[in-house]
Each structure stands twice: as C-alpha cells, then as structure tokens.
C-alpha cells in the first residue's frame, strides 16, 4: 500500500471507477428445455438454486500510472478489479483482477497484461464421483497472458495485433475439463469523422481440452477442444443532445467446431455452435467526471451436429438478454 501511495506521488495518475445494476434473465445460460424443467419441477435435484434470473451488482475500478522513462514516451502501469455480486444467486459471485504494462513508442504501443478470475461458477452438474443423483457446481479458474500491439499509421486509423495465452483451472472433480488454449485477434478502427468510428475485427481460437491426451476405459471421456473463429463490429458515435452522449452498438459472431475423435462423447463429437452477441449502450454526461451508463445485450447460441444421435440443440441452446444501468466516475 505504501509503494502505491508514492507511485501515486510521483506519478502522473487517473482512474475510472463504475457501479452497474445489470438485470441477467438467465444466469446459468440455460436452454429453454431446462427452464421449462426449472420451471416445472422436472427432477429438481438438478437446479440447487432458487432463480434462474438475478440482479447483478457490480462495479470495476481502473487504475493508471503514467511516466516518462524512454526518450520522453509514455509508460502506464494499470490495474483493475472488478467484483461482480449476484443477489439471489450468491454463489455466482466472483471477481476479476488484471495488471497491464503499455509503453507508447509513438505512433505504436505495446502492451503486457495478466489476468485472473479466481473462482467462477458456470452452471451445475451432476458429480462424477458418486452413483446418486446429487448436482454440485462446476467451478473454475481462468488466467490468461497477453500482449497487444497497436499502430496508428494515420490520426483516424488505429489497428491493433493481440495475442492470449490462457489457462482454464476446474475444481478437482471436474478436472477432465482443464484446458489451455491460444487466441489471436487482429482489428482496426477508423474514424469517420470527430463523432463517429468504426471497429472491425477478426479473432481465431484453439482450446485444447486435457481430457483428450488423458487414457481411459471409462465413456463417455469429454473432450471440449475446439477451434473458434470470431468476427466482431462496432459503431462508436458522440452526440450532442441535452447532454454530451457516447453511444456505441456492438455486434460479435462466433462459430466454433469441436474437434474431438471420441465417438462416445455425444455432446461434443460432431457439434459446432454459432453464438451471436448484439449490445449496445450509451453514457450521458452528466456533470464533468461523471456519466450515466445504459446497456443493453442480447446474446443467443445455436448448436448444431449431425453425427450425434443427442438432440443437441434442446440441450445447448439458449438465450439471454441484461439491461442495466450504472454511473462513472473519472480523473
């Protein structure tokens, strides 16, 4: 705490501090058929909660420091955390920590990140280490390295190169699902004029699930690996309206093809999901260091096989939509 009290001191510094209130309609991503289950009570012992649906506190606090070591170029050091509280579903909560170095060169930058989520609930399952019909939760740890280089080779054009090494940690019962993956995203921004930008990327990722170099005699051994190809958009534009107003629009395609050779595995073997995330938002000036945040998101997957006998799609698809509302604070 003292070393960051004399950054603090000598360094140039800002932050960004935002509260949400975010409205989830379905938490756990479930398919329609499991929520007419829920619903129902369609052998309940695989839903040991009270709601699908929660209202989602969260809030995330960005940190930058700034300094000049190298030929007078800028170098920030940033942290930020970001707790997320859910307030039926407590045992959703989790928070989420990352660290980055950027060193500006310029007309181009660098930036080293790390991240974390310590512990993370995806949804429940049944144990695999018992006969019974007891549903615990799959948890899970992420952690990911990466490095982002980004060039301006004019003041309206902006591309950027990223690259993530990542770690996935699950709890000991559902360690099969360990995996590590690389991704690569490359994306470039244009500036139509001083109010509105366009973003376009294109992202490529390879999970490989450890489940698939283990050997076993037991079935159905689960191999989530998969290769995932990403296109995302986004329309930024500022107005000018009773206050000052960023509004951004945000459209991201996923198509992503499992690649395991297990025949028995009948959730995996054979499928390839299409996820379509659409957002958008919008931040209202308020008074100077401080703006009123609104969002919107609507998100949907389609999971398709045709090898597996499984009705995938009633099992794995879903949809979702959040609205919230929220402040920022700013220096």
Known sequence: MNLLILLIAVWDYSYRFTTDFIYDNNVFSYSDQYIDDFVNSVRPYRFPFETYDDLIVGSNLQLYLRNKFFDQKTTTFDIKVAPKYYVSNNQKNYLSLSFGLRQSFGKSALKL????????????????????????????????????????????????????????????????????????????????????????????????????SIATGLEPTPDGSYNQHILSSEIKLEVNTLVPTRIKLDYTYGFKNFVTEFTADSIHFGRQDHTHKLSTGADLKMFIGMYLRLSLLWQWRNATSGISPVDIDRIKDYTKYKIGAGLTFYH
């Open 113 to 212: 990140s790390f991240q974390t989520i310590p512990n993370y609930l995806i949804r429940y399952y049944k144990d695999p280490q018992v006969q019974n019909t007891e549903y615990i939760g799959c948890e899970v740890s992420y952690h990911s390295l990466a490095g982002k280089l980004s060039v301006k080779p004019k003041p309206s054009i902006r591309l950027e190169l990223r690259y993530k090494r990542g770690w996935d940690d699950y709890i000991s019962v559902f360690d099969l699902y360990d995996a590590s993956y690389h991704s690569i995203n490359l994306g470039s921004q244009i500036g139509i004029n001083e109010r509105l930008a366009l973003w376009i990327g294109y992202g490529y990722k390879s999970l490989k699930n450890d489940s698939a």
